[in-house]
């Protein structure tokens, strides 16, 4: 129906004939004359409709937002002095010879050639007119460009594309599984996966050597701002290959993919950092280096202050005390610390005690602070010169069990640096390794896998299995980059005696290991070859490198946070027949059974 | 770990030093030494260990089939006349060096070194040996070929390559949706997709322009053979086109499928066949053209014979009576023409009725057939001409309700083709056009949609919607190949009146559409472009390239016929805990209820 897309209309085609069609985005009634700009999915262009083409000047008097038009015209240049230069097409406009309503529309619930914050459920009622915002528009096609640039690695790299199952058997942590009714076996459900964890593990076991799937996934939890009931993994695994080789390889296809599609130039290695190092420095396994602030360990200097919030958890080998300095921080006001001291309590700190450095040559008359009182010259003074405070300069404390005090001077971090300007221009990733294989799980006084029960240990640890589960380390990555996880992955356990030894220490019986991963078990009997891999969050990598604010705006149709579709309605309730037919139905009083 | 694939080591590499991994695929001692078949993605290689070699050949007398090994050894030709042909590495082994087990393995529940033909539900069970056998193998990588290829031809055409949501609205055939409940909204429940039909829609109207999907749809019903419940469609939608134009690119992108992956060429165009046409010639919609029978109306000829079962369907405006001539068929054994119509029985034909043609020349007496008596000579005569009979021909008669003798009729052709050895090697596709919009269901009174409610009819049968809308045509398309549906397709509605026509024809009430459909009917309120698309099977079509006999044979991780999983055992029992948090519970008694 086209010659050409509107936004391509440029002075290339001067004095030719061009046909376009799109969408009525603005119309000018000016001197006599009738202009339209002409919307599709490349642009914009100006069409001109002149009074003396009287057929197609009734046409365009007709013409409201949004209607969506053919039109047949001339390419001329514009009249000097009033290019556009914020178009592709700004120096030409098409003087209109033919002009076809395609199609009509009512008034839009929000207009489209104004920028307006309209509010997000509107957006997503209406979503088929969101989408046609250019920057939403924008975003899908760079998405579309961003899993076409990746894909291209992969298949290039001798991986292959296989498809896993989305009707699966439900997994151990079970509670976030959606659930799928079976018609055919009544009172028995599929799951729908969290990953394709598993099948990929047994695709390396079935000798295809190289897979990668651009895969759905599914997680029926609580959503957070930045988290959606479906989403998608760049999901691969290999096998015989030793994790330096791979992680070189995957940053390789990150660095082609930010160099294609952005023209940006990602560090070659990619810096790395063991999670030892990222909790002691950043309180962070996904460290934003972007900000420079750091976590700097005072528990040595603490143990024997007369002041048991900081002397108490420096001496609990499960405690930390940590000082995080803040140049320039002393001007920070009363009320700005008190808000950032409830910032840190969503993290469980109690408090958030703080020395400013007013004049640092005048030792503890130069320090002002509530608790500088408890503290005698030597340790403040070592504190000082650890820190390397100078004048202007505020320190913050965190003491308490070490998980507490490093998410929250961790978060207290990234705050800082986000209020203070102090974050880094450009891109910082870095690869996170040396993870733990278990943490310490106070609630339910267990052992959990900080990966996957499926995470390979180190072979110089296999021994810290059985004398100190908490020293083992395991053979896990992350990738993070300007603070958010990219990508994880591990090598993965390819004996049948280390996998039963890490199901032992998770607490999973051998029963309920037979009755979860019995056909995982049994498939490492029969030859499983060396493997592991990784799986990128695909919604994530295109928020950062579009900048978008939410994972709702890299999505053509997603969820709110409450797990609905305001386009569609869903989910709905469902007619009882259609229920019986699957052998269940609702509880009446979910509370009285 | 490696420096060459298995299969890849060939003569160039004499003299050299390769490492290679894989699984042990074959063991033979002679003359005391032991010869090891080492098996990867890409093939086998020999390798040779010397007993001279002591401490590699004590390691080689401990491994068995399927052991996963790591063998470093020099590339040398083989000696003279102990080439194998069938192998690419067949001209060299590997003399080892090294050899490390990295794996063991039990006794595989059957051999991969043998041909044997072993039971489904063991292969299914036992997946990731299975898919070690070089011919699964082979069509998994020829899948992910296809997609590529596919993907490559939309990504250069301007296609977007966009996600929809898997967790989506019931449909109205309902019955066919899987259902999840939800968490958040119980007692609501999501469905999963059997098609992203107005999704795909929706995003013409978000002005994407030209989109596609390679992507997982959902049906639960009986399967068939041929059928699963999760399936893979290649799902395509374009606007500001027309279907000429669109049908071209299409068969462009499969003629270039076919050349660039199978090396063969499909004719240029595609041939067209209204669906009239192909119903009257071969009573299907999808005729496979390999075989030459076709199908000859002969109702004109059969009114006023004194033959009820001729008669009676001839002069019913639904009926029809029509022959199929068999070449060379009046040699089909009395037990095989009972064998035939048992066969016609399936698609409900009451009976098969034939004439042999023993000698053309001799009039009624050349031919044998209990039903000669009932017609009268001129009858006879103008069936043997309008048949063009020979002597040594068979011709079959169906005759009853037209979509009785199609079917069967249709049917039986197909069958006869390869019994008889007629069908033709090689590719034949077509387009099938000129649907019907709608059939009419003698079971439920009302018209069906022959394709879906949103299928456009055609622009000069408008009127026809209100004064005969059997006769109206609609603007769908089918892609057929040797008798198979690759694809299916039409320009859809974009008109908010005609939408609403087409569903008051369906017997949808306004109330109805509203509810399941009125996201839609919103939609086309605001500016709804012309459009129109396109699914492909894509389990299908990998079948047809690769020959396999059934779907599963191309899908990694296939159901059952009974829709479960035997390798994972899914779907299986839930908590009833898990349950209660969904606010569901199980019928104990359905019948009771």
């Known amino acids: 129906m086209r010659s050409h897309y509107c936004g391509e209309v440029n002075e290339t085609l001067e004095g030719q004939s061009v046909s376009i069609v799109g969408w009525m985005h603005r119309r000018r009634d000016h001197g006599g004359v009738i ?14 409709c002149n009074p003396e083409d009287a057929e197609c000047f009734a046409v365009a008097e007709r013409v409201r937002s949004e209607y969506v038009l053919k039109i047949e015209g001339l390419v001329q240049l514009r009249p000097a002095g009033s290019d556009n230069a914020d178009l592709r097409s700004g120096k030409i406009e098409i003087i209109a010879k033919k002009l076809e309503i395609l199609n009509a529309s ?41 899993t076409r640039q990746l894909r291209h690695f992969l298949d290039s790299n001798g991986f292959l594309d296989i498809e896993t199952p989305i009707l699966t058997k439900a997994t151990p942590e079970g509670a976030r599984d959606y659930l799928v009714p079976s018609r055919t076996h009544q009172g028995e459900f599929f799951a729908l996966p969290q990953s394709p964890q598993l099948f990929k593990q047994l695709l390396m076991m079935s000798g295809m050597d190289r897979y990668y799937q651009v895969v759905r996934c599914f997680r029926d939890e609580d959503l957070r701002a930045d988290r959606q009931p479906e989403f998608t993994q760049i999901d691969i695994e290999t096998s015989f290959v030793e ?10 296809m990150i660095r082609g993919l930010f160099a294609n599609v952005l023209e940006e130039a990602l560090p070659n290695p990619f810096p790395r950092m063991t999670y030892a190092e990222a909790m002691d420095r950043f309180g962070s396994d996904k460290p934003d280096l972007r900000i420079s602030l750091e976590l700097v360990d005072v528990s040595d200097l603490m143990g024997e202050v007369d002041f048991k919030v900081f002397s108490s958890p420096a001496n609990d080998p499960r405690g930390r ?20 001291t ?15 450095v007013n004049d640092i040559d005048a030792g503890r008359e130069g320090l002002q602070s509530p608790i500088l009182k408890f503290l005698p010259d030597e340790v403040i003074s070592a504190i000082m010169q650890r820190v390397e405070a100078k004048t202007g300069d505020l320190v913050f404390f965190g003491a308490d069990k070490a998980t507490i005090v490093n998410e929250s001077l961790g978060a207290l971090r990234v705050k800082l640096g986000h ?18 294989m278990f943490e310490w799980d106070e609630k339910s006084a267990r052992w959990h896998a900080l990966h996957h029960p499926f995470t390979a240990p180190r072979e110089s640890d296999l021994a810290l299995l059985d004398s100190d589960p908490e020293k083992c380390l395991s053979r896990a990555y992350d990738m993070v980059l300007n603070g958010t996880e990219l990508g994880g992955g591990s090598m993965r356990i390819h004996k049948t005696d280390i996998q039963q030894k890490v199901f032992e220490l998770l607490g999973i019986n051998e029963e309920e290991a037979q009755d979860k991963f019995g056909f995982l078990l049994n498939a490492l009997k029969y030859g499983c070859p060396p493997h592991g891999g990784l799986a990128f969050g695909l919604d994530r990598l295109v928020m950062l490198m579009t900048g ?39 509880r009446k009083n979910p509370q009285a059974e």
Chains 1, 2 share one sequence.
Do not use: H
Not at 419 to 436: I, N, Q, S, T, Y
């Open 548 to 586: 978008a604010a939410s994972i709702r705006d890299v999505m053509a149709f997603p969820k709110t946070q409450s797990a609905s579709c305001l386009l569609t309605d869903a989910p709905s309730p469902i007619d009882d027949a259609l229920l019986k037919e699957l052998n269940i139905r609702l």
């Open 321 to 340: 005390v940590a000082a995080l300095k803040v140049p320039g921080g002393n001007n920070l006001s009363r009320k700005e610390i008190d808000d950032y």
């Open 342 to 356: 409830k910032y840190v309590g969503i993290y469980g700190a109690k408090g958030l005690a703080y020395i400013k």
């Open 106 to 146: 009512e008034t839009p619930p929000f207009p489209l050639n104004e920028l307006l914050d309209v509010n997000e459920d509107i957006r997503l009622r209406y979503r088929y007119i969101d989408l046609r915002r250019p920057e939403m528009q924008q975003r899908l096609r760079f998405r579309s460009q961003i």
């Open 419 to 436: 209020d203070l300007d102090m974050v880094e221009r450009g891109w910082k990733p870095l690869w996170v390794v040396a993870f733990p």
């Open 243 to 252: 994790e330096e080789d791979f992680m070189n390889m995957m940053e390789e």
């Open 35 to 48: 202009f339209i700009d002409l919307r599709d999915r490349e642009g914009l262009v100006q069409v001109v």
